[in-house]
C-alpha cells in the first residue's frame, strides 16, 4: 500500500465504466482508501456486482445506468452523485468502447460509434461535472488514453478518439485551472481484462479482475519478444487503480496537463501489439 488507509477518506469519485475491468481495479483501490464511488454504464449486469463488493469491503457505492454517449444522461449521473453524497470530487473517464479492424475496412458507423462512446462521451461527462466542480473550487477529473505512444494498428478509431482526449486533457487543464479543476491522463499499457481479450478475439479463461485470459491472450498482449515490457509482466486493474488514486489525492494538488504512462515502460521496449 502506498497511501495511508485514509488518503481519499470522503472523497467521491464517479468511475464511468467502473463495472469491469480497469475501472472496476480504480474502483477496488480507491474504496479501500475511504472515497465513496459512484459507478455508471450502460449494463447494471456489469455494474451491481462491483458495487456489492465495494459494500462488503465496508465503503459505499452507487450504482447509474447511463450511456456517455447521451448528454442528459451525463447530466443526471452528475445530478444523481450530488443528490446522494453533496459533491464531486473526481471523476475517472475510463468508459470505452472498441473492436479491432483495419482502417480500410472500418465502416463510418464502426468510427463513429468508438468516436462517440471514447471522446464524445468524455467530453460529455467532463461538461457535466464542470459546474460541481467549479462551485466547489476543486475537483480532479482522471482521462483514461490509450494508443497514444505507439498508435494501436486495427484501432485506428480508438486511436484517434483517445488522441483526442489527450487534446481535451490540455485544453480543459488550461481553460479550468482558475477554478482549481485538475485534469490529466493515464495511458495504461497491456492490461488483459475482457474488454482487451475480446477485442483481440483470444479465448478467455476466467472473469476475474487480476486475472487473464487464455495463453494465447497473454503472448499476444505480451508481444514478441516477451522482453518487449521491460518490467517483465503484463499489468493489471489495480496497477492503473494506484495511478488514478495518485491523481485523485491531495498529493498531487498542483498537478494538471500530466499524462502517466503506466505501462511497465513498454512504450520504451518494442513494437506494440496494439494497446
Ligand atoms: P472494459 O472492461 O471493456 O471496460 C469498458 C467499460 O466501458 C465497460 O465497463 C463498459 O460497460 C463501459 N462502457 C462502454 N460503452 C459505454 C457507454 N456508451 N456508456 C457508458 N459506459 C460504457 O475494458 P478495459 O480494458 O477495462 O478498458 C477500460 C479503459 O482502459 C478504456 O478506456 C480503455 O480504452 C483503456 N485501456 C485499456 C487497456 C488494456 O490493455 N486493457 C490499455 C489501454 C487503455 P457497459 O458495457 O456496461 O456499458
Redesign the pocket.
Known sequence: MVFSDKALEGKVVIV????????RGIVHGMAKLGARLVI????LE??EPTAEEVRDMGGECLVVE????APDQCAELVQDTVNRYGRVDTLVN?????FRVAAEDLTPNGWRTVVD??LN?TFNCSQAVFPVMKEQQSGSIIN???FTDLGGPGNVH?ASA?SGIWGMTLTLATEWGKYNIRVNAI??????????V?NLRLGLRSEEPDDIGGEDAIKT?QGSPNTSIPLGRLGT?SDIGQAAIFLASDAASWITGAHLHVDGGKRLGGPSSG?
Open positions: 464511468t465504466g467502473g463495472g469491469t475491468g480497469i475501472g455508471a454504464s450502460r449494463s456489469h455494474l447511463a450511456d456517455v454517449r475510463n468508459a470505452a468502447g472498441n462512446i471514447d462521451g483514461i488514453l490509450a480508438a483517445k495511458t495504461p499499457g497491456s492490461i488483459p481484462t475482457l474488454g482487451t475480446r498482449l486493474p494497446n
